[in-house]
C-alpha cells in the first residue's frame, strides 16, 4: 500500500516546524510564547486572587508566597492582574491584526489587478491614513468617541490596514503578469478564481510575518492609550493601567512597575524572535543561502 501523498499545507507545516528546531531563537521565541499564551488563556482559572478584589490593609506589598509580585496601591493582586491584563491585549492584538490584515489583503489585491484608475484612488487612501502619526491619530479618535477596549481595536484597525495594503498591492503587481498567471487569463480563468489559487498562496508568508512582527506594536499601543487613560476603562485590568498605578506610586514600590513591564518585554522578545525565523525559513533565497 503507498503512503499517503502529504497536501501542500502539510508539507509547509513540516518545513517551519523543522526549521524553528534549527533556529535557537526562534524556538526561544516559540516557548516564550506558548507560556505566555497558557498563561493569560488561563487566566480565570489560574490567577490566584480576583484582579479587581481590593484589601486596603495589604496594600503596596511585596512579593510574598500569598501575592506572588504584591499588591498595587489598592491592595489588589498585581501577579492577578497581569494575567488579566494578558487577556485584554491578545484579545486587542488578534482582533485588530485579523481584521486589519484581512480588510488590507483584500483592498490590496484590488489595489494591484484591479484598474488603474482603482489603484490609484486606493493607494491616495492609503497614503492619507499612514500621513497621520498612530499615536495622534489614535488621539484624535479616542478624544472625538471616547476610550473604551473596541475604540482602541477599531482605531489599531485603521491605522494597521494601510502597512498591510501596501505590501499585498507590491506583491500583485510583482506576480500579475507573471507567465502562469498570463496563463491562466489565456484559458479564461476568473479574477476571483486567479486571485485565489494563485495569488494569495504566494503572498500569505510575507503577510504572516508582517502580522506577528506587528503584535508587539499593537499590544504596545494598547498599553500606551491605557496608560494615558485613554484605552481600556478601570477597574479592568491592562498592563499600561498596571504602568500607571506603578508610576504614581514607585517612590513607595517599584512591584507595579516591574510586574506591567516585563510583560511588555516578553512579548516584544518573543514575536521579535519568531518572526525573524520565520522569515529565514520562508524565504527561499534566504533558504537557499
Known sequence: MSAPARTPSSSRVGTVWRGLRREPLGMAGLVILT?????????PWIAPHDPNDIDVHARLLPPSWDHWL????????IYSRVLHGGRVAMKVAFAAISAALLIGLLLGMLAGYGPRWLDRCLVVCFDTLRAFPTIMFALAIVALVGPSLNTVIGVIILASIPGYARVVRTQTLALRDRDFILAERAMGASTARILGRHILPNIAAPLLILASMDVPVVVG???????????VRPPTASWGSILNDGY????????????????LVLVTLGFTFLGESLRDILDPKRRRR
Open 35 to 43: 507560556v505566555l499564551g497558557v498563561l493569560t488563556l488561563g487566566a
Open 70 to 77: 504584591g499588591t498595587d496601591q489598592l491592595g489588589r493582586d
Open 221 to 231: 499601543i494598547e498599553a500606551g492609550l491605557s496608560f494615558l487613560g485613554l484605552g
Open 248 to 263: 504614581a506610586y514607585l517612590r513607595n514600590s517599584p512591584w507595579p512597575i516591574i510586574a506591567g513591564g516585563l510583560p
